[in-house]
């Protein structure tokens, strides 16, 4: 049992995990910017450490002065919560590297999902369905083209890196793909420092389907059944229901077992979520995996 744990967040999350750890009779640490002075989560925490200036960079993103903080106040493990560094895999090795326990999947792990090529490229190899497309980014754009030939239009470009809607594009003819690749690329480059793309079939009017995980390390794992967000703005989660009113009892039997097989192919521990995409023919896909707690 950890007698301290380190919360390396803010506001809502912060306060659950420092409240969780009140019952468990552990002791938390908060750490706080400027900005988060007088905020609820610095108050109930056990101890409260200021680390920073109000922009994210200069305080929660700053997993070196947060590890300072943790080593010099004798702390056993360290909880990300979501957002931040809750998937930033250096951060990870770096709290391993200083003997701290981080809670939360291996950096290996989080760098393996992180990528959504590398991730399609490990579900396919499980045989988990992914939707057709490159399992490689984008790297010539004739070889790209007969591809899309191959798959039919419309197709989606999509960033490596990263989602939520960035470096995404939907291509409707090839007399699209040159200007709506370039555009891609640029955006990509501009929200996560990589420009790389891969394509895949775009689904019509598909429904989105989230299975939440937990595994140990010991090799167990379960499921805790499925939800539907397929109401959408932006590409950003609206409405959430569980259990989805889109697919019956087969379905969800089948899409639960495959987020299972998911998360055993990265050999993941801890809370995650397998997304999926299922098509009017209750045909589902792998889309990506979230390798943190849920925000919802």
Same mark, same amino acid.
């Given at each position: 049992m950890f007698k301290k744990i380190l919360i390396a967040n803010r506001?809502?999350?912060?306060?659950?995990?420092?409240?969780?750890?009140?019952?468990?009779?552990?002791g938390s640490v908060a750490v706080y910017s400027e900005a988060d002075r007088n905020s609820l989560h610095v108050r109930i925490a056990d101890e409260a450490y200021f680390i920073g200036d109000s922009p994210a960079n200069k305080s929660y993103l700053d997993y070196? +002065?947060?590890?300072?903080?943790? +080593?010099?106040h004798n702390v056993d493990a360290i909880h990300p919560g979501y957002g931040f560094l809750s998937e930033n895999a250096e951060f990870i090795d770096a709290v391993e590297a200083a003997g701290i326990t981080f809670i939360g999947p291996s950096a290996k792990s989080v760098r393996l999902m992180g990528s959504k090529t590398d991730a399609r490229k490990l579900?396919?190899?499980?045989?988990?369905?992914?939707?057709?497309?490159?399992?490689?980014?984008?790297?010539?754009?004739?070889?790209?083209? +007969?591809?899309?030939?191959?798959?039919?239009?419309?197709?989606?470009?999509?960033?490596s890196a990263g989602g939520g809607g960035k470096g995404m594009r939907k291509?409707?003819?090839?007399?699209?793909?040159?200007?709506?690749?370039?555009?891609? +690329?640029?955006?990509?480059?501009?929200?996560?420092?990589?420009?790389?793309?891969?394509?895949?079939?775009?689904?019509?009017?598909?429904?989105?389907?989230?299975?939440?995980?937990?595994?140990?390390?010991?090799?167990?794992?379960?499921?805790?059944?499925?939800?539907?967000?397929?109401?959408?703005?932006?590409h950003q989660k609206i409405v959430e229901e569980c259990p989805s009113p889109s697919i019956d009892h087969q379905t969800r039997e089948r899409i639960t077992t495959t987020a299972i097989k998911a998360a055993k192919a990265c050999n993941y521990f801890n809370a995650g979520t397998i997304e999926f995409l299922l098509d009017s023919d209750r045909n589902f896909y792998f889309l990506e995996m979230n390798t943190r707690l849920q925000v919802e």
């Open positions: 506001g809502e999350i912060a306060i659950r995990i420092a409240r969780a750890c009140r019952e468990m009779g552990i070196k +002065k947060i590890i300072e903080v943790a +080593k010099e579900m396919s190899d499980a045989g988990v369905p992914v939707v057709p497309g490159t399992l490689e980014p984008i790297k010539d754009l004739n070889d790209a083209k +007969k591809v899309a030939e191959e798959i039919g239009f419309p197709i989606m470009l999509k960033a291509i409707s003819s090839p007399g699209e793909f040159d200007s709506a690749l370039e555009r891609a +690329k640029n955006e990509s480059k501009k929200a996560f420092g990589d420009d790389s793309i891969y394509m895949e079939k775009f689904i019509e009017n598909p429904k989105h389907i989230e299975v939440q995980i937990l595994g140990d390390k010991f090799g167990n794992y379960v499921h805790l059944l499925e939800r539907e967000c397929s109401v959408q703005r932006r």
